[in-house]
């Protein structure tokens, strides 16, 4: 019962669409080389070389050297470990919550006004203030800067599917599914969420690129993933100093988070389609 | 007579898609002369709408190409600036279209929208605009318009609204009014109104009605001359009695013998099917007469004392109040009545999609005005819903197979692979094809998806199925077959409809009884026959009387009432409804009595 025929078509509709397939191929790369970051880092990435500090990029260290005089190169292809874990972490973490608070507030009366005003609480704080107190009061490490961030951005994601929910669940076809007497997990599953998918996905891609901002902001704070491993945010935020002096030491960082949240955007996009069978057909 | 207002000769319209140009309509040609109606006429489709627009050169330049000639007084509209156009627009063509309710603006007065039209047209000072603004809501014959101008639009019901429109349309005196279904969402007694208001104004200011229109009824009412369309090619056109009199071309034969014409059930005790037209010659069989419901059964459904309130921050609204019925096996029960009278909220409580105030729903002999979630879904496989909207019905996302398969196997009915036979069993009842089983809802047309909605509904084996305008979206020869659809399956499964609808003609051929409800109570309920043929409330006879006659010789048989504005259906939370008595005029036909209030 499931829509295998949209998903045997996917790669194909994944191909014509040039956009998708490039946030793909982007994606595959930045991803892969996080993966396999021992093997293809020239250097060590927290190796210490005072001599060889704040050096232009040059063939010994393609994007140049930071005020340590540790590799920019190796360096920013291992933080891609750590701030692909935790953007994704937090887009899983927050999408989960979102979904599951937005449709429970959108499709049960009930519910709503508590979950809303939940929401609203929450709203209320800054991001990065919310989170600095999540952590804190957690202790910092990959684990805790991943729930941080994924409750304070499950609000938006909520308030969306909460909008969305409401709107679908007066869809005739919503009905039909309640008058054939479904049980209402059933009418949420296969027939709410799968109509959800297109306003989630965007909304996951935006949360995805904002995580590896405030994943940097946690880390400059003192509040983030333990220093001893590099993130593009640390990066970024350690990099600041030098912006004048010594560029590379913000712009190849800065590029690694561009790529990867463009690709990311444009997979999103993609799949957006993907999901829609008014689209998967030729033509 | 004089030249005409609008000359269209040989327009054909194209649209840009990935192979390339695709002609949308092709050749077509027709004039309207000074004080002149010509309805365009045909289905979904068949490029009425695009024609309009084309003249209006309203359609998006870079996507669509017209070739051919619109003259409007000698000028060639094809080839005018479009600064100039900008200028005929709203100047010397008037447009009202088909939505009243989204088409004027909520934050600004009606007089301010009124005035603004007059102030950039016209060149008047805002004074000058506001006085023009009163005479023209008093030409559209809006009752007490000086209190009314200062108004927002949410004050004025469909029918209100749409004579506003009128009214901002005529403000610069265009010589030509184009009307884009502009009755099709009003209902059927402000359709009349509406109607006879176009003409009144048309004679007063002699000026050309270019008409669209998919009712032949309306057409037969208001038209001197008729373009019949089909798949954008021009089918034939003519005077409009000559036309419906003598059509020429099979297909204007076979859409004037699908029309469901009130009236034509004399002497038939049961429902008949719709007569089955042949496409080719235009000639029509007329239907056979179906059985009647099984005389001394227990009724499936039993609605007694159901009253449905909704509380607003304004008040409380009765959208139900006190109605009562039964429902036996094999029998069609109509609920018809106009827009807000609470037929579709009765439907709805029936199937526990809106929780009942007070009263009883008796099915099988439980009351489920209260059940719990656990025994409606034992509920719910006697009973199923049809739904109007046979876009909006099917989940886009899930493909009609499974959309049929899935009740089956969540009310664990058969195992897997019996199911998928059984798909394909119904699928072939409703007169699709099983191998579309995998299509998904987009590929069908509103009339397949209708089939489809039928055949889901039939998976679980019902009782009885509350039909909700289940018709009223379709195109007429759909909606002839899908109708005669239903008749078959109650015929063959003995099942039961409640059958709501604000379409007369239609519930005239399905129904074994009817009831009328207005402003959320039955006013009257009985036999079919007695309803349409002796018609005891006021209401009722009203709402017989306004249903468009698709015969041009009976035109202006009517008298217009006076247009009133309808009254709230919003009460205090106090309020208590009066006890309404009934008197038996017949065995089995019940009319409210009137009262004082």
Redesign the interface.
Same mark, same amino acid.
């Given at each position: 019962?499931t829509?295998t +025929?949209n998903f045997l078509a996917a790669p194909r509709l994944l191909l014509r669409n040039r956009a998708a397939l490039l946030g793909a191929v982007i994606l595959a790369i930045v991803v892969l080389a996080a993966l396999l970051a021992p093997l293809i880092a020239p250097y060590a990435p927290n190796k210490l070389s005072i001599v060889n500090k704040l050096q232009p990029p040059s063939a010994s260290h393609l994007f140049g050297t930071d005020e340590f005089g540790r590799d920019i190169l190796s360096r920013a292809i291992f933080a891609g470990r750590v701030s692909l874990l935790v953007s994704l972490g937090v887009v899983a973490l927050s999408t989960v919550l979102g979904v599951i608070l937005g449709v429970a507030a959108g499709y049960f009366r009930a519910l709503d006004a508590p979950i809303s005003r939940l929401l609203d609480a929450m709203m209320s704080f800054p991001d990065i203030l919310l989170a600095i107190a999540l952590v804190a009061a957690l202790g910092p490490s990959v684990a805790t800067v991943i729930i941080a961030l994924g409750i304070t951005y499950a609000p938006r994601l909520a308030r969306i599917v909460r909008g969305s929910t409401l709107v679908l669940r007066e869809?005739?076809?919503i009905? !039909? !599914?309640? +008058? &054939?007497? &479904?049980? +209402?997990w #059933?009418v949420l599953t #296969?027939?709410l969420l &799968?109509?959800l998918a297109s306003p989630v996905l965007v909304q996951a891609t935006f949360v995805f690129a904002s995580a590896m901002l405030a994943e940097a902001s946690l880390s400059f704070l003192g509040v983030g993933v333990s220093t001893d491993m590099p993130t593009w945010g640390t990066m970024l935020a350690s990099g600041r100093e030098y912006m004048n002096s010594a560029p590379w030491l913000m712009i190849f960082p800065g590029l690694a988070i561009v790529f990867s949240v463009l690709s990311l955007q444009l997979l999103g996009d993609g799949l957006r389609d993907l999901?829609?069978? #008014?689209l998967t057909?030729e #033509? | 007579m004089s030249d005409p207002v609008l000359s269209v000769q040989n327009l054909t319209t194209a649209f840009r898609s990935r192979e390339g140009w695709r002609e949308v309509i092709r050749g077509i040609n027709f004039e309207v002369k000074a004080g002149e109606t010509v309805a365009i006429v045909g289905e979904s489709g068949s490029g009425k709408s695009v024609t309009a627009l084309s003249a209006m050169r309203l359609l998006p330049r870079d996507k669509t190409r017209s070739t051919g000639r619109i003259l409007l007084e000698g000028r060639d509209l094809l080839t005018l600036p479009e600064a100039e156009m900008r200028k005929v627009r709203g100047g010397r063509i008037g447009m009202i279209f088909q939505e009243p309710m989204t088409s004027l603006n909520p934050v600004l007065t009606i007089g301010n929208q009124l005035a603004e039209a007059l102030v950039l047209h016209r060149d008047m000072s805002w004074r000058e605009a506001e006085a023009e603004a009163l005479t023209l809501m008093e030409r559209v014959r809006i009752p007490s318009a000086k209190s009314r101008l200062h108004e927002y639009p949410h004050k004025f019901s469909g029918g209100m609204r749409q004579r506003v429109m009128i009214a901002m349309a005529l403000a610069c005196r265009p010589r030509l009014l184009i009307a884009d279904e502009p009755t099709t969402a009003l209902d059927v007694t402000i359709q009349a109104e509406i109607l006879s208001l176009i003409s009144e104004l048309q004679r007063e200011s002699e000026m050309g009605v270019l008409f669209i229109t998919h009712d032949m009824g309306v057409v037969a009412e208001v038209a001197d001359r008729t373009v019949v369309m089909f798949r954008g090619d021009m089918v034939e056109t003519g005077e409009t009695s000559r036309l419906f009199a003598a059509p020429g071309q099979p297909y204007t034969r076979a859409l004037l013998a699908s029309i469901p014409r009130l009236g034509t059930m004399n002497g038939a005790a049961g429902p008949r099917r719709f007569p089955q037209v042949d496409p080719r010659t235009g000639t029509a069989s007329e239907g056979r007469e179906m059985p009647l419901p099984p005389a001394g059964t227990a009724p499936v459904v039993s609605v007694s004392n159901l009253s449905i309130r909704f509380d607003l921050p304004q008040g409380r609204v009765h959208a139900v109040e006190d109605v009562s019925f039964d429902l036996h096996p094999g029998e069609t029960l109509a609920l018809v009545g106009e827009s807000g009278c609470g037929k579709s909220t009765t439907g709805r409580a029936i199937m526990r999609l809106t929780t009942p105030s007070a009263g009883e729903i008796r099915i099988d002999g439980r009351d489920i005005a209260r059940a719990r979630s656990s025994e409606l879904r034992t509920m719910r496989r006697s009973a199923q819903m049809i739904f109007q909207d046979p876009f909006a019905s099917l989940n886009p996302r899930i493909s009609v197979g499974d959309a049929i398969l899935e009740p089956i196997l969540t009310h664990g009915l058969l195992p897997k692979a019996a199911a998928r036979l059984r798909v394909a069993e119904l699928l072939d009842q409703v007169g699709l094809s099983p191998e579309m089983a995998g299509r998904y809802p987009h590929e069908f047309s509103g009339g397949q998806r209708q089939r489809v909605s039928i055949a889901r509904a039939m998976a679980l084996e019902p009782k009885f199925i509350v039909a909700d305008e289940a018709v009223s979206a379709l195109d007429v020869s759909v909606k002839a077959q899908v109708s005669n659809l239903l008749m078959d399956l109650q015929a063959s499964r003995g099942l039961a409809f409640l059958f709501i609808s604000h379409d007369m003609s239609v519930v005239e051929r399905i129904s074994h009884r009817v009831a009328v409800m207005h402003f959320g109570e039955i006013v009257e309920i009985g036999p079919r026959a007695a309803i349409f043929g002796n018609a005891q409330h006021p209401y009722t006879r009203r709402l017989i009387a306004a249903v468009p006659v698709p015969d041009p010789a009976l035109r202006g048989t009517r008298s217009a009432a006076p247009p009133q504005e309808p009254r709230s259906p919003l009460r205090p939370l106090d309020y208590v409804a009066p006890k309404r008595l009934y008197r038996e005029v017949a065995p089995g036909h019940f009319v409210m009595a009137e009262t004082s209030a």
């Amino acid at each position: 019962m499931t829509d295998t +025929t949209n998903f045997l078509a996917a790669p194909r509709l994944l191909l014509r669409n040039r956009a998708a397939l490039l946030g793909a191929v982007i994606l595959a790369i930045v991803v892969l080389a996080a993966l396999l970051a021992p093997l293809i880092a020239p250097y060590a990435p927290n190796k210490l070389s005072i001599v060889n500090k704040l050096q232009p990029p040059s063939a010994s260290h393609l994007f140049g050297t930071d005020e340590f005089g540790r590799d920019i190169l190796s360096r920013a292809i291992f933080a891609g470990r750590v701030s692909l874990l935790v953007s994704l972490g937090v887009v899983a973490l927050s999408t989960v919550l979102g979904v599951i608070l937005g449709v429970a507030a959108g499709y049960f009366r009930a519910l709503d006004a508590p979950i809303s005003r939940l929401l609203d609480a929450m709203m209320s704080f800054p991001d990065i203030l919310l989170a600095i107190a999540l952590v804190a009061a957690l202790g910092p490490s990959v684990a805790t800067v991943i729930i941080a961030l994924g409750i304070t951005y499950a609000p938006r994601l909520a308030r969306i599917v909460r909008g969305s929910t409401l709107v679908l669940r007066e869809m005739p076809y919503i009905e !039909a !599914a309640i +008058t &054939l007497g &479904l049980p +209402t997990w #059933r009418v949420l599953t #296969r027939h709410l969420l &799968l109509n959800l998918a297109s306003p989630v996905l965007v909304q996951a891609t935006f949360v995805f690129a904002s995580a590896m901002l405030a994943e940097a902001s946690l880390s400059f704070l003192g509040v983030g993933v333990s220093t001893d491993m590099p993130t593009w945010g640390t990066m970024l935020a350690s990099g600041r100093e030098y912006m004048n002096s010594a560029p590379w030491l913000m712009i190849f960082p800065g590029l690694a988070i561009v790529f990867s949240v463009l690709s990311l955007q444009l997979l999103g996009d993609g799949l957006r389609d993907l999901v829609d069978p #008014r689209l998967t057909k030729e #033509r | 007579m004089s030249d005409p207002v609008l000359s269209v000769q040989n327009l054909t319209t194209a649209f840009r898609s990935r192979e390339g140009w695709r002609e949308v309509i092709r050749g077509i040609n027709f004039e309207v002369k000074a004080g002149e109606t010509v309805a365009i006429v045909g289905e979904s489709g068949s490029g009425k709408s695009v024609t309009a627009l084309s003249a209006m050169r309203l359609l998006p330049r870079d996507k669509t190409r017209s070739t051919g000639r619109i003259l409007l007084e000698g000028r060639d509209l094809l080839t005018l600036p479009e600064a100039e156009m900008r200028k005929v627009r709203g100047g010397r063509i008037g447009m009202i279209f088909q939505e009243p309710m989204t088409s004027l603006n909520p934050v600004l007065t009606i007089g301010n929208q009124l005035a603004e039209a007059l102030v950039l047209h016209r060149d008047m000072s805002w004074r000058e605009a506001e006085a023009e603004a009163l005479t023209l809501m008093e030409r559209v014959r809006i009752p007490s318009a000086k209190s009314r101008l200062h108004e927002y639009p949410h004050k004025f019901s469909g029918g209100m609204r749409q004579r506003v429109m009128i009214a901002m349309a005529l403000a610069c005196r265009p010589r030509l009014l184009i009307a884009d279904e502009p009755t099709t969402a009003l209902d059927v007694t402000i359709q009349a109104e509406i109607l006879s208001l176009i003409s009144e104004l048309q004679r007063e200011s002699e000026m050309g009605v270019l008409f669209i229109t998919h009712d032949m009824g309306v057409v037969a009412e208001v038209a001197d001359r008729t373009v019949v369309m089909f798949r954008g090619d021009m089918v034939e056109t003519g005077e409009t009695s000559r036309l419906f009199a003598a059509p020429g071309q099979p297909y204007t034969r076979a859409l004037l013998a699908s029309i469901p014409r009130l009236g034509t059930m004399n002497g038939a005790a049961g429902p008949r099917r719709f007569p089955q037209v042949d496409p080719r010659t235009g000639t029509a069989s007329e239907g056979r007469e179906m059985p009647l419901p099984p005389a001394g059964t227990a009724p499936v459904v039993s609605v007694s004392n159901l009253s449905i309130r909704f509380d607003l921050p304004q008040g409380r609204v009765h959208a139900v109040e006190d109605v009562s019925f039964d429902l036996h096996p094999g029998e069609t029960l109509a609920l018809v009545g106009e827009s807000g009278c609470g037929k579709s909220t009765t439907g709805r409580a029936i199937m526990r999609l809106t929780t009942p105030s007070a009263g009883e729903i008796r099915i099988d002999g439980r009351d489920i005005a209260r059940a719990r979630s656990s025994e409606l879904r034992t509920m719910r496989r006697s009973a199923q819903m049809i739904f109007q909207d046979p876009f909006a019905s099917l989940n886009p996302r899930i493909s009609v197979g499974d959309a049929i398969l899935e009740p089956i196997l969540t009310h664990g009915l058969l195992p897997k692979a019996a199911a998928r036979l059984r798909v394909a069993e119904l699928l072939d009842q409703v007169g699709l094809s099983p191998e579309m089983a995998g299509r998904y809802p987009h590929e069908f047309s509103g009339g397949q998806r209708q089939r489809v909605s039928i055949a889901r509904a039939m998976a679980l084996e019902p009782k009885f199925i509350v039909a909700d305008e289940a018709v009223s979206a379709l195109d007429v020869s759909v909606k002839a077959q899908v109708s005669n659809l239903l008749m078959d399956l109650q015929a063959s499964r003995g099942l039961a409809f409640l059958f709501i609808s604000h379409d007369m003609s239609v519930v005239e051929r399905i129904s074994h009884r009817v009831a009328v409800m207005h402003f959320g109570e039955i006013v009257e309920i009985g036999p079919r026959a007695a309803i349409f043929g002796n018609a005891q409330h006021p209401y009722t006879r009203r709402l017989i009387a306004a249903v468009p006659v698709p015969d041009p010789a009976l035109r202006g048989t009517r008298s217009a009432a006076p247009p009133q504005e309808p009254r709230s259906p919003l009460r205090p939370l106090d309020y208590v409804a009066p006890k309404r008595l009934y008197r038996e005029v017949a065995p089995g036909h019940f009319v409210m009595a009137e009262t004082s209030a």
